[in-house]
């Protein structure tokens, strides 16, 4: 089954094709895109043994070159460093504006390679072929790049839309379990944000689609692409508030991962998971979310092998302390931070009048 999402934007549309087995076919797709350079294509150590052969082979069966730079797995990539290494070999290699480098792997490698394609020579074109189910339903769609400070995650990066993003279900067979389910965070929050249906399909295929069905997870990839290009189409820049509705779970989330060390310790998705039950407990702690609902989740995301809870994330600092990451929160506005939160499933809306002592002592009871 081949399914392609538009996403919507003007001049700046693009396609996301989903596909079994594709990577295996991408040489066919990208020929439109080539140039007389060879594709640059940029990965992480992990994906270049699991992923980059068939890539290569399917660029080679269509006739076309690429130079493979391949960097370090994890977090700690998406730095100043990382980001000026790549930017320099960019420009060593001669690439043009007309130009498209190929990010291949999750979300570490698709943040990087964006922001360095918005940047050098003030803007290339970059291709999205995420490997990890996170990356997949989420980060290569949309145009947020980014690398992270040393206040917190993603506070240095652009808006830079792809030109095609790429995806093939069949890599997520390399992935660990528990690097599936920290992408399955992401599924289940769409249904969260705007479509309890959708969340209730998740409590009943949750389990198959960990466990590989290949049906399920096309229709859970799918409906996901679809639920955030339909979003971002809408508020590509975050301008309006519509697109903060998919930061759901993250004020939290990057405050237990600043927590953490930004460290495998408690990955990405594993992080959005526990912001997302906090974000429903505080819901319902200010009388806006049913207790079921906030029940509900907890327990669906406990289900899928997910934390649920401070505890769960091994996350044992005070509220003020988790507070404090929170204000390098880059949703920051006149010193203020809106909160996503929820008045019961499928009906998450942007709270301005949060008051962060009280979410301190949320925080301390949880």
């Known amino acids: ?41 940029v990965t992480d150590s992990h994906v270049a043994q699991a992923q980059w052969p068939r890539l290569a082979a399917a660029l080679d069966a269509a006739g076309l070159a690429a130079t493979l730079v391949t960097l370090p797995a994890g977090e700690p990539t998406k730095s100043w460093a990382q980001l000026e290494a790549l930017s320099e070999r960019m420009i060593d ?172 310790a408690l990955l990405h998705g594993e992080a959005v998971a526990a912001g997302m039950a906090l974000a429903f407990g505080y819901s319902a702690r200010r009388g806006e979310c049913p207790p079921e609902d906030a029940r509900r989740v907890a327990a669906h995301l406990r289900a899928m092998g997910l934390p649920a809870s401070l505890a769960d994330a091994g996350v044992h600092a005070p509220g003020a302390r988790l507070v404090e990451h929170m204000l390098h929160d880059k949703k920051m506005s006149g010193g203020t931070l809106p909160f996503l939160l929820a008045r019961g499933i499928g009906r998450t809306y942007l709270a301005k009048d949060v008051d962060l002592g009280d979410v301190a002592a949320f925080l301390d009871a949880a």
């Not at 919507?8 to 991408?26: F, M, W």
């Not at 007309?98 to 922001?115: E, M, N, T």
């Not at 929050?189 to 399909?201: C, S, T």
């Open 1 to 41: 089954m081949s399914i392609t999402v538009p996403v919507t934007l003007g001049d700046r549309s693009y396609e996301v094709r989903i596909e079994s087995g594709l990577l295996d076919r991408a040489g066919a797709v990208l020929a439109p895109y080539a140039t007389q350079r060879p594709f640059l294509v």
């Open 93 to 264: 290699l001669g690439i043009e504006r007309r130009d498209h480098v190929i990010a291949l792997g999750g979300g570490v490698i698709g943040d990087l390679v964006g922001f360095a394609a918005a940047i050098v020579k003030r803007g290339c074109r970059f291709i999205q072929i995420p490997t990890t189910l996170l990356a997949q339903v989420d980060s290569s769609v949309g145009g947020k790049t980014a690398i992270n400070s040393r206040a917190g995650k993603n506070l240095l990066g652009a808006f830079h839309q792809p030109s095609l993003v790429l995806i093939d279900p069949d890599t997520l067979d390399t992935l660990g379990p528990r690097e599936t389910r920290a992408g399955y965070a992401e599924i289940a929050k769409y249904g969260l944000i705007d479509d309890a249906d959708f969340f209730a399909w998740c409590e009943g295929h949750g389990p198959a689609l960990l466990e590989g069905d290949s049906a399920v997870r096309v229709h859970a990839i799918s409906k996901s692409v679809a639920a955030k290009a339909a979003i971002v189409a809408e508020d590509e820049r975050e301008t309006s508030g519509r697109r903060a509705l998919l930061n759901l779970g993250h004020t939290f989330g990057h405050a237990l991962e600043a927590e953490t060390g930004f460290s495998d």
